[in-house]
Every structure is written in structure tokens, then in C-alpha cells.
T-cell receptor, first 117, second 114 residues
Framework: NAGVTQTPKFQVLKTGQSMTLQCAQD?????MSWYRQDPGMGLRLIHY???????DQGEVPNGYNVSRSTTEDFPLRLLSAAPSQTSVYFC????????????????FGEGSWLTVV | DAKTTQPNSMESNEEEPVHLPCNHS???????IHWYRQLPSQGPEYVIH???SNVNNRMASLAIAEDRKSSTLILHRATLRDAAVYYC???????????????FGSGTKLNVKP
């Protein structure tokens, strides 16, 4: 059971470049989300999804796009990278709380370290 | 939005119990209280959760105040491997307008001294 898989683990971008952070989960979870974590800070929610075809904004959505065409995948797109987007990005997934049999646990990927120069 | 308040940092000696507090005064009746921890250079991992009653598992215990406005994560015997940032979050009911937003905040950084 792979859980939540993020790629790439490390990436360096030049200002203005675009890229996509990939996230996949194999637990058939309805909920998926993206967080960013700046040095010494907590996690801030970027975007989230409650199922295929449904996404919504979190706390810090500007500069990022998401889509959810399948239950398994939830890619995060940086449209035009800026130095302020240098951060560690975490993808997470969880079951619908009312249907959960696993204690409503949120599962996180190992993170993607992104540097924008 | 339902938020939690935690001390920025705490320190403990190895082999001693640790009590990590969390305030969540805006909690509603159907919100679960969750605790996660984040080891250095890793993603957060689940520790424990509860609704009203105190909970125990192999990692920790969770003590929930009677009015549910606060909770305490208890590590019975801290080890060096428990040094991490601990997050207290509210898992909102699906009937809340923002039920699928999980806010982690800054957490409590636990330092364990040998």
C-alpha cells in the first residue's frame, strides 16, 4: 500500500517558469488537499477537493491551480513561479468523515521541496 | 473558521511525561479533535483523535475537557524520537460550511532533552 505519493521530491525553478507537482493516492479517498510549509511555519492550505471534478480554494490559493479528473490524482500547477513560492509542499488525503472506518485519519505525502530562483 | 491555539514550544526530559495543551474555544458539538506530529523533514503523521471521551492508543493519550474547549495530548514517557512539532486540529462535521478545510496552525515544537 503506497499511500500518498508525491513527485518530484526536489525541484528548482526559475522565476516565471511553470510546473506541476504530482500527487496520487491509492486508498480511494474522497478528500485530497495541498498545503505549503514555509521554514519554521505551520502548514497552510492551498487548495482542496472533495471528489473527482470538485475543487475549492484554501487559505493561500493565489498563483496555483488544481484539477481533480480522477479520484486518485490531484496535481498542483504553478502557473508562473515566483520566489515567494519557495516552500515545501505537502499533499494529503482522507476519507469522507461520516463514512470513515479508519478514525478519520489524514494521510500525508513525504513532501516536495521547491526552490524558485 | 474553527481554529486552535497551542504554545509555540515546550521542553521535556527523556523518560518523563509530557502534557501538550490545545485550546479550541469555538469547537462545535460534532467536531473531532485530532492530533498530528511532524518529524524533521517529513510530512505530518496521525497521533490520536477523539470526540468527547478520553482516548488512549499505543502512541499517546488524549484528555478532553468536559466543555470540549480544550484538550491535552499526553506522551507518557518522552523519548528523543518524540521530538517533533505537534499539531492540534479540528475535524469539522460535514454539515459545517467549511467542513473539508483542515487548518494546522503553527503547532507546538517539542524538544526532548536526554
Amino acid at each position: 500500500n503506497a499511500g500518498v505519493t508525491q513527485t518530484p521530491k526536489f525541484q528548482v525553478l526559475k522565476t516565471g517558469q511553470s510546473m506541476t507537482l504530482q500527487c496520487a493516492q491509492d486508498m480511494n479517498h474522497e478528500y485530497m488537499s495541498w498545503y505549503r510549509q514555509d521554514p519554521g511555519m505551520g502548514l497552510r492550505l492551498i487548495h482542496y477537493s472533495v471528489g473527482a471534478g470538485i475543487t475549492d480554494q484554501g487559505e493561500v490559493p493565489n498563483g496555483y491551480n488544481v484539477s481533480r479528473s480522477t479520484t486518485e490524482d490531484f496535481p498542483l500547477r504553478l502557473l508562473s513561479a515566483a520566489p515567494s513560492q519557495t516552500s515545501v509542499y505537502f499533499c494529503a488525503s482522507s476519507q469522507d468523515r461520516e463514512r470513515s472506518t479508519s478514525g478519520n485519519t489524514i494521510y500525508f505525502g513525504e513532501g516536495s521541496w521547491l526552490t524558485v530562483v | 473558521d474553527a481554529k486552535t491555539t497551542q504554545p509555540n514550544s515546550m521542553e521535556s526530559n527523556e523518560e518523563e511525561p509530557v502534557h501538550l495543551p490545545c485550546n479550541h474555544s469555538t469547537i462545535s458539538g460534532t467536531d473531532y479533535i485530532h492530533w498530528y506530529r511532524q518529524l524533521p523533514s517529513q510530512g505530518p503523521e496521525y497521533v490520536i483523535h477523539g470526540l468527547t471521551s478520553n482516548v488512549n492508543n499505543r502512541m499517546a493519550s488524549l484528555a478532553i475537557a468536559e466543555d470540549r474547549k480544550s484538550s491535552t495530548l499526553i506522551l507518557h514517557r518522552a523519548t528523543l524520537r518524540d521530538a517533533a512539532v505537534y499539531y492540534c486540529i479540528l475535524r469539522l462535521s460535514r454539515w459545517a460550511y467549511n467542513f473539508n478545510k483542515f487548518y494546522f496552525g503553527s503547532g507546538t515544537k517539542l524538544n526532548v532533552k536526554p
